[in-house]
């Protein structure tokens, strides 16, 4: 009984897990942050990666013509270019050649 | 105060020969750790009335599944639900003491339908007051996002299989955890027939 119990345990938490700890493809990330806070999102890059380095960082920015900035923010396999207004929101998230960087 | 070059040689393979004797002796003394908790745990079982051996082989086991936990998530599990959620990345690990249940990498919006299965939605919150669940999902988390750097067709077709490890190696290094082995041992009695 007592191994059975314990079986069971283990198939609840496994299948939990599975549901519920997934993780968002790079688009939806991307997409979800449009219209969010550039100050928020350096914020967040702060917190341990996959390489369990620190801080990533933003790697460049460039003032565009149209007034906004443009923050070039790496993932694992390309850099993301965040296109952000005066007022810190991000307005528009492009890769080079349209690719999913992670 | 000038060297020979001699003199330094001999500074080198001191320092070399003291560095070498630490490693060796560091990495035998957490064996020899490894070995007395093994002993420990058979004595203990023997004491009460169970075998040796098989105290033996449950301690070795919760000894190596800790530091399986321990070594791939950076921190120890614990039967504790995670505090509030932190906002992530795709590719960022779970977080110590957060709650690390959902998915991870989707900004909340704070509407109740589209937060739903979220790292903080409310499904999250909820199955969060489970014990353990919390541990599972950090490991499971891990293995995640280091299939993602793979690509997302791994991500998705080790996410089921990924499930009996996390929980397994999850369930191993909780095992000696008063509270989870009080949980189990408590619903185990509930479930026994009178």
Request: glycine content about 12%.
């Amino acid at each position: 009984m007592k191994n059975l119990i314990c079986v069971i345990t283990f198939l609840i938490m496994g299948i939990l897990s599975g549901c519920l700890s997934q993780v968002a493809s790079f688009r939806d990330h991307i997409n979800g942050w449009i219209g969010g806070s550039m100050d928020e999102y350096i914020e967040i890059g702060k917190m341990p990666h996959i390489d369990r380095s620190g801080y990533v960082g933003v790697e460049g920015v460039t003032r565009l013509d149209n007034g906004n900035m443009l923050y070039e923010i790496p993932f694992p396999e390309c850099p993301a270019f965040f296109e952000v207004n005066p007022r810190g929101i991000i307005v528009a998230i492009t890769t080079e050649g349209d690719r999913d960087c992670y | 105060m000038s060297l020979s070059l001699h003199q330094w040689y001999r500074i080198g393979f001191v320092s070399v020969l003291i560095l070498w004797l630490s490693a060796f002796f560091l990495n035998a003394f957490q064996d020899y750790l490894l070995y007395i908790d093994g002993i420990g745990g058979g004595a203990s079982a023997k004491v009460n009335g169970q075998k040796f051996v098989d105290g033996v082989k449950l301690s070795l086991l919760s000894d190596v599944t800790r530091f399986t936990y321990r070594k791939i998530v950076g921190y120890k599990a614990t039967t504790q639900r995670g505090g509030a959620a932190v906002q992530k990345r795709p590719d960022q690990l779970p977080i110590k003491g957060a709650n690390n249940i959902g998915v991870q990498g989707e900004k909340l919006t704070g509407k109740l339908r589209e937060d739903f299965f979220k790292e903080g939605g409310s499904l999250s919150k909820q199955a969060n007051k489970i014990p353990s669940i919390n541990a599972v999902a950090g490991l499971h988390d891990v293995f995640q996002v280091e299939l993602g750097t793979i690509g997302n067709w791994a991500r998705n077709l080790f996410n089921v299989p990924g499930m009996v490890p996390a929980a397994g190696i999850t369930a191993g290094s909780l095992m000696t955890d008063p509270a989870f082995a009080g949980a189990v041992s408590s619903y185990s009695k509930k479930s026994e027939p009178r």
